[in-house]
């Protein structure tokens, strides 16, 4: 199980979940409420699944491919541990994992 800890674009709101290996970030986060949309549902062709991943976390994720690359450049609050939550896959390995939501991006909860 990977502890995957949700951090809101204001840095304000925390929240942590427990998923299994093998399960995509950003089905996780809809799960749970978090505001990503994922509108092209992993097609890597809408951005709208953009979250900043923590920099340490981040050196541990298998590396974006180019077509991964290629969307971020056109998502808007990119940083340098910008990826794509519909294009990370929990692993074993993995014991934990901190995202943040990028800023601009509206809480659904509206918490
Ligand atoms: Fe569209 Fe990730 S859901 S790029």
Redesign the pocket.
């Known amino acids: 199980m990977t502890l995957v800890r949700f951090i809101s674009a204001d840095g304000d709101d925390e929240m942590e979940v427990r998923a299994p290996p093998g399960a995509r970030l ?1 089905d996780v986060a809809q799960e749970v409420g978090q505001p990503l949309e ?12 953009h979250v900043i991943v923590d920099a340490a976390d981040f050196a541990r994720l298998p590396r974006a491919s180019e077509e991964e690359e290629d ?1 971020l450049d056109l998502a808007s609050h990119v940083t340098r541990h910008s990826r ?3 294009q990370i896959f929990l692993t074993e390995a993995l014991e934990s994992l901190t995202v943040r939501m990028p800023a601009g991006v509206r809480n659904m909860q509206g918490r």
Do not use: F, H, K, R
Not at 38 to 49: I, P
């Open positions: 950003l994922g509108t092209c549902e992993g097609q890597m062709a809408c951005s709208t699944c969307m794509l939550a519909c």
